[in-house]
């Protein structure tokens, strides 16, 4: 599976902003990259939504290991998942 580009620095937070608050999770006005992911409600079930979500947007498969709390306790933590993942543009 080919891999997207790189988003520019802020422009992937702002895409995993608002794939999280459209589709993943009943986001509170005022959410942001750095708002905590547990406190708006993710869990065990979104984690693996949000998973299937990037997969399908970037083609960019997170590994196990990776799958912490930490890792996953804001967009901006998970975008630097992503990001790191993701082909560098041509």
């Known amino acids: 599976?080919?891999?997207?580009?790189i988003p520019q620095q802020g422009t992937l937070e702002q895409q995993l902003v608002q794939l999280v608050s459209e589709r993943l999770l009943e986001?509170?006005?005022?959410?942001?990259?750095d708002?905590?992911?547990y406190?708006?409600?993710l869990d065990s079930m979104a984690i693996m939504q949000f998973l299937i979500l990037?997969?399908?947007e970037y083609g960019v498969a997170l590994p196990e290991g990776e799958l912490t709390r930490q890792n996953f306790s804001t967009v901006?933590?998970?975008a630097g998942?992503?990001?790191?993942?993701m082909a560098p543009s041509a």
Do not use: C, K
Request: aromatic share 4%; net charge neutral; glycine share 6%.
């Open 1 to 5: 599976m080919a891999t997207q580009p």
């Open 27 to 33: 986001t509170q006005p005022g959410f942001n990259a």
């Open 35 to 37: 708002s905590n992911l």
């Open 39 to 41: 406190d708006s409600g």
């Open 54 to 56: 990037i997969e399908e």
């Open 76 to 78: 901006r933590s998970v």
């Open 81 to 85: 998942l992503v990001r790191a993942r």
